[in-house]
């Protein structure tokens, strides 16, 4: 039996109403924003925005109780229990965890979790130390799909895991958008979902190896940057099992919208395929041809419902929060697939497989 107001809160659990900070109010920080401002654990919504004009919308739709350009402003509101960092580019989401930290304050940190190893030990160590939520953005774990391959391996449905493959790929609009705004490879910014996620259903198996390659083609012609347009991933656990994770984003602009994902998990006792290319809903217009609305990984309001599983992951950690309860992704885990796709990229530049664990730097790593 569950309390009216709290669909999934039962009865008798000890809740508290929370105050609650937003770091970036774009994409996903705005998915963040009107997901707390409709959640009854929420009190008081308070934003920091760079751009005006994006601040003044989602504060008129969420009705926050502040609306700042400046986040250190927010660092100043005493009420603030939990804070979620959806800024970019993705060098900013490291300093600003340690000031969320160092404050006292529960922390969502979309991914990556820092751009070094040392950087996320800290974080770590911090939340730790200070008895803090602190969890990373894999929202893939919340993919209804995706929860069910992790499901069906934990129930033995598919016997023993002995393969597992993940295809991943983004149109070119969206790499560019991406890779305008950081280096880091395909590894790192698109693959880091699947390695989280098989890695995820994994468990208690590690990773011990990684071999890893790379494809140039549009993205270096079009943007002239030294950017590859996929990236080729396999990853030999201590378990002896072996998967491979194949990401890009480069699909041309004839892809009607945003990312294409296949799985294969194949067992001792049977297989699971799971199709998540989003071609389940087709739009065609006379004006803008063949789209597939609702493909974005985030997801996106449809007026009074949502589609996707960032929605459930924000829900997720806020009744984390209010209720005491773990969070679903552990700093840990995130730290983990940072190590994966730093020795991705290593052996990528050298052409040969990477031993786990890596030293606590990428700079020393890169100079083994």
Known sequence: MFHPL???IPIGESVKQINVGIIGTGWCGGIRAETCASNPVVGNLHLAEVRPERLAEIAKATGAKTATADYRELLKIREIDAYFISTTPETHHYPMARECLLAGKHVFLEKPIAMELHEADELIALARKNRLKFTIGYSQRFNPKFAYVKKSIASGAIGKPVSALVSRHVTRGLGKKITGRTKLSPAAMEATHDLDFVLWCLEPARPVQVFSTVNYGAMRETTGADVPDSQLITVIMDSGLSFVVNAGWSLPPGYPNFATTWIEMIGTEGALLVDDSH???VLNTMREGMRLPMSSMPGEFVDHAYAGPMKAETVHFLE???CDRP???TAEQARQ???VYIAADLSAERRQPVNLPLP????SAAAR
């Open 337 to 339: 697939v940072m190590e």
């Open 360 to 363: 606590e730097s990428r700079a």
């Open 6 to 8: 709290f669909a999934s």
């Open 320 to 322: 984390a929060v209010a």
């Open 327 to 329: 969070v679903l992704v």
């Open 279 to 281: 071609r389940d809903v």
